[in-house]
C-alpha cells in the first residue's frame, strides 16, 4: 500500500477523534445519534490526548511505550525524549532499534508474517478477512509498506511481542461490586465518605503486575464474545472445568454479561509492548453486579494467563498493568465510588 502525505494521515486522525467527541458537553456527556451506549462518545473524548502536540499528553499517554528493557528481552529501545514523540517533529537522526520475539517470527495462527515475505499484502486500515486492521483512533500512516504507531516513536521498529502490524486488538472486561460488611451493608470510604467499590483482578504471568483479566480479540469474534471468554478462562479457570462446571459458569456469566454495560474506553493503549510498527488498542467495558449476588455464585480462580485472581478495593493507591488503573478511575467516577481521600481529586 502507497504511503500517504504525514500531513494528511495526521489530519484524518484529528479530524476522526475530533467527530467522535465532538458530542460531548463541557459537564456532560452526550452520545452521537448512532451511539446506543450513552458512554461511548466519553470513550473517544478521552483519545485526543494521544494525539495532542503538547509535551504533557506525550508524557502522560507515551510513556510505557517507552521503557526499557522490552518485556520478556534485554532489549533496550533508542531514547525518545517527549519532545520528540510526535512524528510531525522532524527528528533526521532518529535511529529505533530492531526487534520482533522469536514466539513471533515463529509464525503461530495470531501472528502475521513479516512485510518483506511476498505472499503477504496486509489491507491496512481496513477489514482484513477476519483480521480487524482498523483503528479505534481513525487513519494511521503506511511508511514504507509498515503501518506507523499514531501516538509516536517508541524508539523501536518492529513487532516485538505484538503478533499484527498495526493496531492489536484487545477487550478488557472491569468486573465490579460494591464492598459489603457481614450484614450486607455497603461499605463507605473514612474520608471520602463514597461506597467503595471493588473489581476482580488478575495478577499476570508473564510481569507479576495486577491487572485487568482481559486479553486479545480473535479474528473473526465479537468484542463481548472476548470479554466473556476472557474473564472465563483467566478469573475463573473455565478451560480446566468439567463439563457440568462450565455449564454453571456460563450459565451465571449470561446473567452477568447480558445487565447493563459502561463502555468505559475505546483506543489506543499505553502499553509496553508497543513499537512504531504495531500497538495495543483495547475496549475496556464495566459489568456492574450490584446485589453481589451473581459473583457469590462463581468462585474466582486464577487460570490461563493469570497466576492469581481476588477482589481489589478502587482507589487512587492502585498500581496495574499498562493504563489499566486510568479505566479503573473512569470506573469509579462513573459510579460515583471512592477514589481518593483527596477531595479535590475525588
Given at each position: 500500500?502507497?504511503?500517504?502525505?504525514?500531513?494528511?494521515?495526521?489530519?484524518?486522525?484529528?479530524?476522526?477523534?475530533?467527530?467522535?467527541?465532538?458530542?460531548?458537553?463541557?459537564?456532560?456527556?452526550?452520545?452521537?445519534?448512532?451511539?446506543?451506549?450513552?458512554?461511548?462518545?466519553?470513550?473517544?473524548?478521552?483519545?485526543?490526548?494521544?494525539m495532542s502536540g503538547s509535551n504533557d499528553a506525550k508524557e502522560n499517554s507515551h510513556n510505557k511505550a517507552r521503557t526499557s528493557p522490552y518485556p520478556g528481552s534485554k532489549v533496550e529501545r533508542s531514547q525518545v525524549p517527549n519532545e520528540k514523540v510526535g512524528w510531525v517533529v522532524e527528528w533526521q537522526d532518529y535511529n529505533p532499534v530492531e526487534y520482533t520475539a522469536v514466539s513471533v517470527l515463529a509464525g503461530p495462527r495470531w501472528a502475521d508474517p513479516q512485510i518483506s515475505e511476498s505472499s503477504f499484502s496486509p489491507k491496512f486500515n481496513e477489514k482484513d478477512g477476519h483480521v480487524e486492521r482498523k483503528?479505534?483512533?481513525?487513519?494511521?500512516?503506511?511508511?514504507?509498506g509498515?503501518?506507523?504507531n499514531p501516538a509516536g516513536r517508541t524508539g523501536l521498529v518492529g513487532r516485538g511481542l505484538?503478533?499484527?502490524?498495526?493496531?492489536?486488538?484487545?477487550?478488557?472486561?472491569?468486573?465490579?461490586?460494591?464492598?459489603?460488611?457481614?450484614?450486607?451493608?455497603?461499605?463507605?470510604?473514612?474520608?471520602?465518605?463514597?461506597?467503595?467499590?471493588?473489581?476482580?483482578?488478575?495478577?499476570?504471568?508473564d510481569c507479576g503486575e495486577w491487572a485487568i483479566p482481559g486479553g486479545m480479540v480473535d479474528p473473526g469474534e465479537k468484542i463481548s464474545a472476548t470479554l466473556k471468554r476472557e474473564f472465563g478462562e483467566e478469573a475463573l479457570n473455565s478451560l480446566q472445568k468439567s463439563s457440568a462446571?462450565?455449564?454453571?459458569?456460563?450459565?451465571?456469566?449470561?446473567?452477568?454479561?447480558?445487565?447493563?454495560?459502561?463502555?468505559?474506553?475505546?483506543?489506543?493503549?499505553?502499553?509496553?509492548?508497543?513499537?512504531?510498527?504495531?500497538?495495543?488498542?483495547?475496549?475496556?467495558?464495566?459489568?456492574?453486579?450490584?446485589?453481589?449476588e451473581i459473583m457469590d455464585n462463581l468462585n474466582l480462580e486464577a487460570g490461563d494467563d493469570a497466576g492469581k485472581v481476588k477482589w481489589v478495593d478502587i482507589s487512587d493507591k492502585l498500581k496495574?498493568?499498562?493504563s489499566h488503573s486510568h479505566f479503573i478511575k473512569l470506573v469509579a467516577e462513573k459510579r460515583d465510588a471512592h477514589w481518593s481521600e483527596d477531595s479535590e481529586t475525588d
Amino acid at each position: 500500500m502507497a504511503a500517504r502525505p504525514l500531513g494528511s494521515a495526521v489530519a484524518a486522525v484529528s479530524l476522526s477523534v475530533a467527530l467522535a467527541s465532538a458530542t460531548v458537553g463541557s459537564s456532560v456527556c452526550r452520545p452521537s445519534p448512532s451511539c446506543r451506549n450513552p458512554f461511548l462518545s466519553c470513550c473517544f473524548h478521552l483519545n485526543t490526548n494521544i494525539m495532542s502536540g503538547s509535551n504533557d499528553a506525550k508524557e502522560n499517554s507515551h510513556n510505557k511505550a517507552r521503557t526499557s528493557p522490552y518485556p520478556g528481552s534485554k532489549v533496550e529501545r533508542s531514547q525518545v525524549p517527549n519532545e520528540k514523540v510526535g512524528w510531525v517533529v522532524e527528528w533526521q537522526d532518529y535511529n529505533p532499534v530492531e526487534y520482533t520475539a522469536v514466539s513471533v517470527l515463529a509464525g503461530p495462527r495470531w501472528a502475521d508474517p513479516q512485510i518483506s515475505e511476498s505472499s503477504f499484502s496486509p489491507k491496512f486500515n481496513e477489514k482484513d478477512g477476519h483480521v480487524e486492521r482498523k483503528s479505534q483512533n481513525g487513519l494511521y500512516e503506511i511508511e514504507n509498506g509498515r503501518p506507523r504507531n499514531p501516538a509516536g516513536r517508541t524508539g523501536l521498529v518492529g513487532r516485538g511481542l505484538l503478533g499484527r502490524w498495526g493496531p492489536n486488538h484487545a477487550a478488557d472486561p472491569i468486573i465490579t461490586r460494591w464492598k459489603r460488611d457481614s450484614s450486607g451493608n455497603k461499605i463507605s470510604h473514612p474520608v471520602s465518605g463514597k461506597n467503595i467499590l471493588q473489581f476482580v483482578a488478575i495478577k499476570r504471568k508473564d510481569c507479576g503486575e495486577w491487572a485487568i483479566p482481559g486479553g486479545m480479540v480473535d479474528p473473526g469474534e465479537k468484542i463481548s464474545a472476548t470479554l466473556k471468554r476472557e474473564f472465563g478462562e483467566e478469573a475463573l479457570n473455565s478451560l480446566q472445568k468439567s463439563s457440568a462446571e462450565k455449564r454453571e459458569i456460563e450459565e451465571q456469566l449470561h446473567k452477568l454479561f447480558n445487565q447493563e454495560q459502561l463502555v468505559i474506553y475505546k483506543g489506543y493503549v499505553d502499553d509496553p509492548r508497543n513499537t512504531d510498527n504495531a500497538w495495543m488498542e483495547t475496549e475496556a467495558v464495566n459489568y456492574h453486579d450490584e446485589t453481589g449476588e451473581i459473583m457469590d455464585n462463581l468462585n474466582l480462580e486464577a487460570g490461563d494467563d493469570a497466576g492469581k485472581v481476588k477482589w481489589v478495593d478502587i482507589s487512587d493507591k492502585l498500581k496495574l498493568y499498562a493504563s489499566h488503573s486510568h479505566f479503573i478511575k473512569l470506573v469509579a467516577e462513573k459510579r460515583d465510588a471512592h477514589w481518593s481521600e483527596d477531595s479535590e481529586t475525588d
